[in-house]
T-cell receptor, first 115, second 115 residues
């Protein structure tokens, strides 16, 4: 299947700093990318959907000014957690698909720990 | 709204035993259904999907799932479990329309395999 990568795989940062997570589709062009958050022993919670060249659509309750999403190219989307706080510590997973109704492929996830 | 229920939070089976993981969905029309597997600290890997046609779907790693409209179910099965199958399993249904479709996940079932 198609490959989606994330970088970094884990990051530790101080409270108040910003952290950027990259998501890349390695062997296909992703018109749509998704960002999920997963708490321990829980399901994936969709944070936002981004289409290349457009502003991201955020799910209800997700702060768009805190979780900045950029989808500038067909192979790259970034999630920036601004002014991170300990409660932002979580496992962030990105996903990408080539077009509507195509299979969604998931990245390996990024574990964020905010001290 | 579309939803997915995985009634079993945790299942333990012995290696070599058969496995069935339950998934029930709520959706007005013909659903598009998926099963994903997540190993610890990893992203999600697609096991199989159902869009239409044959209601018995074959996937990777020897898994299969059967779509039963009358029961609103899409249960995942494997005739003989291997220790490497220990992981978290998520059932998902497509919601939304056209290019705005997105996956709604169940809460997952953790599979433990005893030697």
């Amino acid at each position: 299947g198609a490959v989606v990568s994330q970088h970094p795989s884990w990051v530790i940062c101080k409270s108040g700093t910003s952290v950027k997570i990259e998501c890349r589709s390695l062997d296909f062009q992703a018109t749509t990318m998704f960002w999920y958050r997963q708490f321990p022993k829980q399901s994936l919670m969709l944070m936002a959907t981004s289409n290349e060249g457009s502003k991201a659509t955020y799910e209800q309750g997700v702060e768009k000014d805190k979780f900045l999403i950029n989808h500038a190219s067909l192979t790259l989307s970034t999630l920036t957690v601004t002014s991170a706080h300990p409660e932002d510590s979580s496992f962030y997973i990105c996903s990408a698909r080539a077009s509507a109704w195509e299979t969604q492929y998931f990245g390996p996830g990024t574990r964020l720990l905010v001290l | 709204a579309q939803s997915v229920t995985q009634p079993d939070i945790h299942i333990t089976v012995s290696e070599g035993a058969s496995l069935e993981l339950r998934c029930n969905y709520s959706y007005g029309a013909t659903p598009y259904l998926f099963w994903y597997v997540q190993s610890p600290g990893q992203g999600l890997q697609l096991l199989l999907k159902y869009f239409s046609g044959d209601t018995l779907v074959q996937g990777i790693k020897g898994f299969e799932a059967e779509f039963k409209r009358s029961q609103s179910s899409f249960n995942l099965r494997k005739p003989s479990v291997h220790w490497s199958d220990a992981a978290e399993y998520f059932c998902a249904v497509v919601s939304g329309k056209g290019s705005n479709y997105k996956l709604t996940f169940g809460k997952g079932t953790l599979l433990t395999v005893n030697p």
